[in-house]
T-cell receptor, first 114, second 114 residues
Framework: DTGVSQNPRHKITKRGQNVTFRCDPI?????LYWYRQTLGQGPEFLTY????????KSRLLSDRFSAERPKGSFSTLEIQRTEQGDSAMYLC????????????FGEGSRLTVL | DQQVKQNSPSLSVQEGRISILNCDYT??????FLWYKKYPAEGPTFLIS?????DKNEDGRFTVFLNKSAKHLSLHIVPSQPGDSAVYFC?????????????FGAGTQVVVTP
């Protein structure tokens, strides 16, 4: 029984570099979410996909952020020209359409921008 | 704007006693509420939920109470056990938007002492 898998678990990068995170959801789940969590705060919604369609993006998701889910399976979140304010835990979650809000979260990818 | 608030950042309780965690919200459109539990280095895991058509939902040692007029919900854990030591997040959604687009509170760190 595999849950939501995220890679890498931890990424340290210099300001200005690009980073990409990958999320593999639970295989039968057709919805996939990205959240961001900073220290002392709860997760904040960034974007979500239903199959391969990106249905909503938060205003938190600046132009430097892009997410894809090309075949409706795994997803990537890319951050271009990273800034120190991007340092956070990036959480991926998945669910089935019709489920009542219960999301299955991965362990997260921690980004540190120096 | 913080639409879901957990005003107690921490709670210490003795093993066997009741833990009461509180959560307030401001958006009257929220119609589904959830509690998630998070251990260090893990993603949040779903604990219990409640729809706005109910005022109480119980699952084993966990009970969630919803007071819509006060825009307040609480989570009761009885009896508290050492394994309950974790961060608890309250979350809310507008089901017509997306079940998985959750607004989280900042969390309450619970420590259960022997």
């Amino acid at each position: 029984d595999t849950g939501v898998s995220q890679n890498p678990r931890h990424k340290i990068t210099k300001r200005g570099q690009n980073v990409t995170f990958r999320c593999d959801p639970i295989s039968e789940h057709n919805r996939l979410y990205w959240y961001r969590q900073t220290l002392g705060q709860g997760p904040e919604f960034l974007t979500y996909f239903q199959n391969e369609a990106q249905l909503e993006k938060s205003r938190l998701l600046s132009d430097r952020f892009s997410a894809e889910r090309p075949k409706g399976s795994f997803s990537t979140l890319e951050i271009q020209r990273t800034e120190q304010g991007d340092s956070a835990m990036y959480l991926c979650a998945s669910s089935l359409i019709g489920s009542t809000g219960e999301l299955f979260f991965g362990e997260g990818s921690r980004l540190t921008v120096l | 704007d913080q639409q879901v608030k957990q005003n107690s950042p921490s709670l210490s309780v003795q093993e066997g006693r009741i833990s009461i965690l509180n959560c307030d919200y401001t958006n009257s459109m929220f119609d589904y509420f959830l509690w998630y539990k998070k251990y260090p280095a893990e993603g949040p895991t779903f604990l219990i939920s409640i729809s706005s058509i109910k005022d109480k939902n119980e699952d084993g040692r966990f009970t969630v109470f919803l007071n819509k007029s006060a825009k307040h919900l609480s989570l009761h854990i009885v009896p508290s056990q050492p394994g309950d030591s974790a961060v608890y997040f309250c979350a809310a959604s507008v089901s017509a938007d997306s079940w998985g687009k959750l607004q989280f509170g900042a969390g309450t760190q619970v420590v259960v002492t022997p």
